[in-house]
């Protein structure tokens, strides 16, 4: 390593110590920075760690390669490769044990001077060292050497005195005899030991991998490859094994060593080092010269054992712990992904690598994530409100109160979905009146009234075109009469049943609906209905029972007075004084009965454009009011907003038809909620709707879902419902008995063939229809098999069996 770049190796067994190898061997101590001010001879190291100089060893000239005793005793010592071929023991330690002295100063010597290329302790008998030289005609190039073995006085190279240092005058002993000798006329350019047996010796020779045996060392495993350097094995997986040749790695497997498993992508610059992580399982390091990046491949998802023709899958990552180019590093022996880099300066940095964080997040909203070996699991403080929910927790806890189920009282699925959703109240009141009108059609048999309730108010109306009636009206319980202009028409009464303000038949009775208002609490609709139906005494006895109500307002009093003053005089002070100061009210129902009152007739723009007032109430309002051309126009106008903002509200207005679908379209991709979007098309089946793409989809996402939350049965439900009132839906068999030659079902359709003049025997039938046995296909009429037990024909009913 003399001239050469340096490499760093941490202490097996010191996780607080390190050596750096370069021209001389420098032993580090590493430890937490405890302030940001560096100690006297402390480099810094990161942020959190700081390294000061412990020892320093310069007696080992034309340093090679270095291997670190494994075992902890005795501590700090080294094999040096010298570039002769010479192996010497050194020590950074303090330890004056005996064994330490007897060890210290050892050398080892092969026959032939020539480099040595690597060394490698064996991990299970600590006494053997393995040392690759480089080719020689006459030698071997891969020593095996007992580092407890005595000098002997048959070889003839005599002892040397080796001085340590200045203080050490200690005699040591140079071993010639090594215990194996292996791979004659080659060369070695790396090696290591198998972990498995601790005489398994796997080296890089020059033109292929070896496997020695050293219990038989006349035969070897080999196998001719390039990529021959630095071979590492898999320190979780011994059969693993990494090998490099420029740059590119090979992954090789010992129980298939024909070919690389897996050879990963070649790199632009020749490769330094390759390591796994001791920490970490499947997590391969590498190096290549003049490079400030090491490149990580995650080979942890490899398929153990690894298939003949299945190539593993990994991931690949680079990381920079140093702005300059990186000499070599080391991975920590326990600190999990923990590294420690070197530069051709000798500047050095702590580093770890930061694992990648897999997210996973489960079907019922829990958020787990990983990331090393620990799991996290992010959990919700305390039960927001409903509106804060995730739309897939809304719709898991309907799920669960069986929402969209309730096929009798339609409306009520609104309760179940939490009675917190005005559109989603007014959506199912909607489908409640359509079912509600549809079932007494059915009943009555009359016309095709029943499919045009499902196509919606702006179909219903159009088809009143020239059938409308005038009728004039004044309000009850004013002092002057003024005649306001109403239309009816059968048409216009339907579309009021739909919104809701009058029951069965065209008598324009409010009276059942004003009630329900009232029982609710909802003083202002019932009051601002009330009066639209121009009874403006009721209006004001509903605020005067709001106001005395426990929950009421008692402002609701001062609009009861205001509503008593009305008069019909344009320029009155009380006409001027309710169109000033009706925006200031904060009720919308409240500001529409005003803007009502104040209007010019044919004019309720105040009335119709009222934002916050019920989508259902405004079309009511103005199937009474309008004419219609105008009724037309707004309807269209309102459906385009309505369909735009993807409000429930308005499919009291598309109906379930195409427009209504465009309209659930906005919805689902404002909100996500397909179990809504699912449960109200099913509603107006059998239709051309359900056929649409986007329909589908939404009933198979939504039967997904309730398959991911192993909601089984609640799924089964939905099928069963589906079916019911979409018969298309229902699924065929799957499982039938078929035929051995020809592949059709054999069904017991026998019976059911006109006879047309063939008889049952034709057909492999004996004997009458309903006591008939089977003996052939009816499609080819080839026999079928017999039952071993009874033979009796596949294919026999079974009320036909003895």
């Known amino acids: 390593m003399s001239g050469s770049k340096p490499d760093i190796l941490w202490a097996p067994h010191h996780v607080d110590r390190f050596v750096v190898c370069d021209s001389e061997l420098s032993l580090y101590h590493i430890e937490s920075a405890v302030s940001s001010e560096l100690k006297a001879g402390s480099l810094r190291l990161s942020e959190e760690t700081t390294a000061t100089l412990l020892s320093i060893n310069s007696d080992t000239p034309y340093l090679k390669c270095v291997a670190w005793y494994p075992k902890y005793d005795p501590e700090c010592l080294l094999a040096v490769g010298q570039a002769n071929g010479r192996v010497v023991l050194a020590s950074l330690g303090q330890d004056h044990n005996s064994k330490c002295k007897d060890l210290i100063g050892k050398e080892f010597v092969p ?13 299970l008998d600590s006494n053997w060292l393995a040392a690759g ?24 190279v005599t002892t040397e005195k080796v001085k340590l240092s200045a203080g050490d005058t200690e005699v040591g002993l140079v071993v010639t005899k090594p215990l194996y000798e292996l791979g004659q006329n080659d060369a070695c350019l790396s090696l ?30 080999f196998v001719n490859t390039k990529a021959v350097q630095g071979v590492t094995v898999d320190p979780f997986f011994h059969d693993r094994v990494a090998s490099f040749y420029e740059g590119q790695v090979a992954i090789w497997d010992l129980r298939k060593f024909e070919k690389p498993v897996l050879t990963l992508m070649e790199q632009p610059k020749p490769l330094t080092k390759v390591a796994w992580c001791p920490t970490r399982t499947g997590l391969l390091a590498t190096l290549t010269r003049d490079s400030n990046v090491i490149k990580l491949y995650d080979m942890q998802h490899t398929p153990t054992p690894i298939g003949d023709e299945t190539e593993p899958t990994i991931i690949e990552r680079s990381v920079q712990p140093c702005e300059h180019y990186i000499a070599s590093f080391a991975w920590h022996p326990t600190n999990q992904n923990r590294m420690v880099v070197v530069t051709p300066s000798r500047t050095m940095s702590d580093f770890t690598v930061f694992e990648r964080i897999s997210l996973a997040w489960s079907p019922v909203t829990s958020l787990t994530w990983a990331c090393g070996r620990h799991l996290y699991e992010c959990t919700e403080e305390g039960e927001g409100s409903s509106s804060e929910k995730d739309i897939a927790t809304k719709m898991r806890l309907r799920a669960l109160s069986r929402y969209g189920l309730d096929t009798e009282q339609v409306w009520r699925n609104h309760v179940l979905a939490g009675n917190e959703d005005p559109q989603l109240k007014s959506l199912w009141y909607t489908l409640h009146f359509m079912k509600q009108y549809n079932d007494d059609m059915d009943q009555k048999c009359t016309g095709n009234k029943g499919t045009l309730v499902y196509a919606g108010i702006k179909s219903i109306v159009k088809t009143s075109m020239g059938t409308t009636e005038n009728l004039r009206h004044s309000r009850s319980g004013s002092d002057r009469q003024s005649d306001i202009i109403q239309y009816l028409s059968e048409e216009r009464s339907l579309a009021l049943q739909l919104c809701g303000w009058i029951k069965k038949g065209t008598v324009l009775d409010v009276e059942p609906f004003l009630h329900s208002l009232e029982q609710e609490g909802e003083w202002e609709r019932a009051a601002a209905i009330a009066l639209f139906n121009l009874d403006i005494r009721r209006a004001i006895q509903i605020l005067n029972k709001g106001a005395s109500s426990g929950k009421g307002d008692l402002n609701l009093n001062v609009v009861a007075m205001a509503l008593s003053g009305y008069t019909d005089e344009k320029n009155s002070l009380w006409r001027e004084m309710c169109s000033t100061l009706r925006l200031q009210l904060n009720n919308p129902y409240l500001c529409a009965m005003f803007a009502f009152l104040t209007s010019e007739s044919g004019s309720y723009d105040g009335v119709l454009y009222e934002s916050n007032v019920a989508v259902r109430d405004r079309v009511a309002f103005a199937c009474k009011f309008l004419t219609d051309a105008q009724l037309n126009r707004f309807i269209e106008k309102l459906t385009n907003e309505m369909k735009e903002a993807g409000n429930l509200e308005g499919i009291l207005l598309t109906g379930l038809t195409k427009d209504g679908v465009d309209l659930m379209e906005s919805y689902v991709d404002r909100t996500g909620d397909v179990q809504t979007a699912s449960y109200c098309m099913l509603q107006g089946s059998p239709s051309d709707v359900l056929k649409d793409e986007r329909v589908q989809y939404w009933i198979e996402n939504y039967r997904n879902l309730l398959d991911a939350w192993r909601f089984w049965h609640k799924r089964a439900e939905f099928d069963i419902h589906r079916s019911k009132l979409d018969p298309s839906s229902k699924p065929l068999a799957q499982v039938f008995v078929s035929c051995n030659f020809c592949g059709k079902s054999i069904s017991y359709s026998c019976s059911s063939i006109p006879h047309q003049g063939r008889g049952f025997s034709q057909y492999g039938v004996s004997g009458s229809p309903t006591k008939s046995k089977v003996t052939s296909c009816p499609g080819c009429r080839k026999p079928l098999p017999r039952c071993a037990l009874c033979l009796i024909n596949m294919g026999t009913p079974v009320s036909s069996c003895p």
């Open 111 to 123: 026959k032939h001077a020539r480099q040595c290329n690597t060394l490698a302790w064996n991990p």
């Open 133 to 156: 030289l480089d080719k020689h005609r006459a030698d071997f190039s891969v020593l095996i050497w007992d580092i407890s073995s005595k000098y002997t006085p048959e070889t003839p």
């Open 192 to 221: 290591c030991w198998l972990p498995r047996d601790q005489k398994l010796l796997l080296a890089g020779m020059h033109r292929n991998l070896a496997i020695f045996d050293l219990r038989n060392t006349s035969q070897k495993m």
